[in-house]
Nanobody
Framework: VQLQASGGGLVQAGGSLRLSCAAS????????IGWYRQAPGKQRELVAR???????DYADSVKGRFTISRDNGKNTVYLQMNSLKPEDTAVYYC?????????????WGQGTQVTVSS
């Protein structure tokens, strides 16, 4: 399973960005897909995740500002980020857990930089 992320960039505080992550491959089924982020000197942390059944998980720090959504037909997940803060600055990574063939695994996309200026 390959994950292709896009949509990062530079934005002023209070602004918005939308990240996209498209999953591709053969014979796979995604269970959950979402976004993690890692700021310099910090551990990677969950930002938001959505499962096939529609369960949503958000980091407390982004609740009410970020919205995750999924287009199952396109195997694509989106992260709408509003009211961005400088502390949201990080590299954002798309992540999915999926079954490919008969094998379950975690997959990571390349990171996309999000920079929020004050």
């Amino acid at each position: 399973v390959q994950l292709q992320a896009s949509g990062g960039g530079l934005v002023q505080a209070g602004g918005s960005l939308r990240l996209s992550c498209a999953a591709s491959g053969s014979d796979f089924s995604i269970n959950g897909i979402g976004w993690y982020r890692q700021a310099p000197g910090k551990q990677r942390e969950l930002v938001a995740r959505i499962t096939t059944l529609g369960r949503l998980d958000y980091a407390d720090s982004v609740k009410g500002r970020f919205t995750i959504s999924r287009d199952n037909g396109k195997n694509t997940v989106y992260l709408q980020m509003n009211s961005l803060k400088p502390e949201d600055t990080a590299v954002y990574y798309c992540n999915a857990d999926a079954v490919s063939g008969s094998r379950w695994a975690m997959y990571w996309g390349q990171g996309t930089q999000v920079t929020v200026s004050s």
